[in-house]
Every structure is written in C-alpha cells, then in structure tokens.
C-alpha cells in the first residue's frame, strides 16, 4: 500500500515531524515564511492530508480543490484561520492542538502583565541607552500586581490559568464570560462581573476570547474609555480582539494606562506602526506558546489528529466533531 501524501506548510517541532515522515509520503514547506497561496492550492491538490498552521488561510476554493483532501490538522488551539462551517458541509474534520499550550500562553500573559506593570522595556531602553546616572527616587515608577484588580475576558482554560496565577499574587479576579462559570468561583476566588464592571474596576484587563464576530474589535474606544486611566490591557488572544487605532488613540490621550500585546492587527505588526512609537505598548511576536516543551507537545498533537484522519478514524481533538454526524470524506 502507497503511503498516503500530506503537505505540512512549515518546519514544525521533530516531535511531530518525525510522526508524519514515518507514516506518509510527507512534502515539506522548509520556507521561513507560510507558503503562498498558490503554492498552498498547488499542493492541496495532490494530498490526502493537510498540516496547517495559524499563517495558512483555509477556505472553502482550497477543500473544493480536491476532493480527495480528507483531513486538516492545524497546528494551534486556535482556528480562526480555517473556514469551520464550510469544512463541515463537505465532510472534512478539523483538528487543533488544546490543553497542551494553556499553563505556557497563561505563563507569557502573566509575564507580559508584570512586564508592563513595572515598565520593564522602558527600563532595559533606560540602561542601554546610558541613562542610569543614579538611583532615582521616582525613577521608572511603574504599579503594583499584588492586591491589584484584574479583569479577565474569557474565562476557558487559559483565563483561568491568569486566574490561578493572579491568586498566587493576591490579586482579586473579576471575569466575563458569555458562560458564568458559578461552578469555579468560590474554589477559585475569582468574581462574575459584566463588562462595563470589569473594564471600570479592573487594573488590568486581560483578553482570551476566541476570534469570532462578535470578539473582533471587542476592546474598541467605547471599551478604553470605561476604563481607568491607569489602566493595562494584555492581549494574548488574537489580533483583532483589540482595534489598533483605537488603542493608540486610547494610549496616546492617555485614556488608558499601557498595553502589553503578543498578537496584533495585522500580524506581523506593520514598522511603521504608531503604536511602535509609544512607550506604554510592550509587543512581542505572538510567542505565547512558544516554549521548547510545549511546541513540541503541539507537533505531537497536531501529527496525531492528521494520522487519525488518513487511517478513516475520529481525530483526537476535532473542531467539529459533528462532522462524523454528517459524515466524512472518504
Ligand atoms: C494558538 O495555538 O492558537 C496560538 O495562537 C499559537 O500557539
């Protein structure tokens, strides 16, 4: 029997890799930048399985490409790249990588928190520029985390790793969900509060929704001006949850205190972008998940779900698992 073909659109952690090398006749994109497009539709063509990452666009043209494509893999928890309904409708399961990356993305959004708080980049900027002339008793006075407010947006696996972690801070936790989780609020210490609540009470707001409709832009200007002036939004979610230009705005006047975001609208951030301009915007490039133990855990899992789908059987993590209702490609 001819080992099934797949296409995996980046250099993923050996882990997986070596999973997918063994069990199929695998083609590679070795390019440090996502395949484009064509490239992608080119390929799909000629497999049976996709490994996709977050940087591919999925759409329906791409499954209509070939029918014989019977599963997508995407290496994330996140899937906001692929068109789920449209997977759905032409029988094709979707798998992503959860749990694995919560404590490491709940980790990054704790350090970018306190980074933020403190003024860390401003800081190391002072230094190496050969501005530490003396300690200085209002030097880089940033705020503290302890006994400090913070406000979660999202409260799935990982804003309830930012409520674990506040705990040990002694922060007190307001968060909002569209599903009240009265199950884990007296364990976990954390309040319900609705948004205007939270945005007005918090000291920081951090965000973990997924990308949909009704999260895109959801931290807008009407959001920034609720919240105190001092205050800090952490966004470790996607991009598009927070407007750009209303955060400079909001940075800028000083309606808000500061920013800390690992992912941004576009991504990559744009050089010329204002907010790379101010100092109260600390941004990284959309590492959250990126420690050697977790992105290894993620190939694993994302190898996992595309072998499952070749071999006819149920991913392990499937997206929509009402497709097997449905039925799938053969
Ligand atoms: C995800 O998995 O969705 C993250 O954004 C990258 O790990």
Redesign the pocket.
């Given at each position: 029997m001819p080992k099934p073909k797949v296409f995996v659109t980046r250099l993923i952690p050996e882990e997986g890799l070596a999973m997918v090398r063994e069990a199929t006749a695998m083609k590679l994109w070795e390019g440090e930048l996502p395949p484009p497009h064509k490239v992608l539709l080119d390929e799909v063509r000629e497999v049976e399985g996709l490994l996709s990452l977050?940087t591919d666009k999925i759409d329906a043209a791409l499954m209509d490409s070939n029918p014989r494509l019977k599963v997508i893999s995407n290496f994330?928890?996140?899937y906001d790249n692929i068109d789920i309904p449209a997977a759905t409708a032409r029988g094709i399961p979707i798998g992503?990588?959860p749990g694995v990356?919560t404590d490491t993305?709940a980790d990054l959004a704790f350090t970018l928190m306190m980074a933020a708080a403190r003024r860390i980049q401003e800081s190391i900027d002072y230094v190496r520029a050969e501005k530490w002339k003396t300690w200085g008793p209002k030097l880089l006075m940033g705020q503290d985390i302890h006994g400090a407010t913070l406000g979660i947006i999202g409260f799935g696996r990982i804003g309830q790793g930012m409520a674990k972690r506040a705990g040990g801070f002694g922060m007190r936790v307001l968060y909002y969900d569209v599903y009240r989780r009265q199950d884990l609020e007296q364990t976990m210490d954390v309040t319900f509060a609705d948004m205007d609540t939270l945005l007005r009470e918090s000291d920081f707001v951090t965000v973990h929704t997924d990308l949909n409709e009704t999260t895109r832009h959801m931290m807008n200007a009407a959001a920034f001006a609720k919240m105190k002036p001092t205050a800090i939004v952490i966004n470790t979610a996607?991009g598009p949850i927070v407007d750009p230009q209303a955060l400079y705005a909001a940075l800028k006047s000083g309606k808000i205190g500061g920013a800390a975001l690992d992912?941004t609208e576009p991504e990559p951030i744009p050089t010329d972008s204002p907010l790379l301009t101010l100092p109260n915007c600390l941004i990284v490039p959309?590492i959250?998940?990126?420690s050697v133990a977790t992105r290894g855990k993620?190939a694993q899992m994302a190898a996992a779900n595309l072998l499952a789908g070749l071999r006819g059987e149920k991913l392990p993590t499937c997206v929509n698992p009402e497709v097997y209702e449905r039925g799938v490609r053969k």
């Amino acid at each position: 029997m001819p080992k099934p073909k797949v296409f995996v659109t980046r250099l993923i952690p050996e882990e997986g890799l070596a999973m997918v090398r063994e069990a199929t006749a695998m083609k590679l994109w070795e390019g440090e930048l996502p395949p484009p497009h064509k490239v992608l539709l080119d390929e799909v063509r000629e497999v049976e399985g996709l490994l996709s990452l977050l940087t591919d666009k999925i759409d329906a043209a791409l499954m209509d490409s070939n029918p014989r494509l019977k599963v997508i893999s995407n290496f994330a928890v996140g899937y906001d790249n692929i068109d789920i309904p449209a997977a759905t409708a032409r029988g094709i399961p979707i798998g992503n990588t959860p749990g694995v990356l919560t404590d490491t993305t709940a980790d990054l959004a704790f350090t970018l928190m306190m980074a933020a708080a403190r003024r860390i980049q401003e800081s190391i900027d002072y230094v190496r520029a050969e501005k530490w002339k003396t300690w200085g008793p209002k030097l880089l006075m940033g705020q503290d985390i302890h006994g400090a407010t913070l406000g979660i947006i999202g409260f799935g696996r990982i804003g309830q790793g930012m409520a674990k972690r506040a705990g040990g801070f002694g922060m007190r936790v307001l968060y909002y969900d569209v599903y009240r989780r009265q199950d884990l609020e007296q364990t976990m210490d954390v309040t319900f509060a609705d948004m205007d609540t939270l945005l007005r009470e918090s000291d920081f707001v951090t965000v973990h929704t997924d990308l949909n409709e009704t999260t895109r832009h959801m931290m807008n200007a009407a959001a920034f001006a609720k919240m105190k002036p001092t205050a800090i939004v952490i966004n470790t979610a996607r991009g598009p949850i927070v407007d750009p230009q209303a955060l400079y705005a909001a940075l800028k006047s000083g309606k808000i205190g500061g920013a800390a975001l690992d992912v941004t609208e576009p991504e990559p951030i744009p050089t010329d972008s204002p907010l790379l301009t101010l100092p109260n915007c600390l941004i990284v490039p959309h590492i959250a998940s990126a420690s050697v133990a977790t992105r290894g855990k993620m190939a694993q899992m994302a190898a996992a779900n595309l072998l499952a789908g070749l071999r006819g059987e149920k991913l392990p993590t499937c997206v929509n698992p009402e497709v097997y209702e449905r039925g799938v490609r053969k």
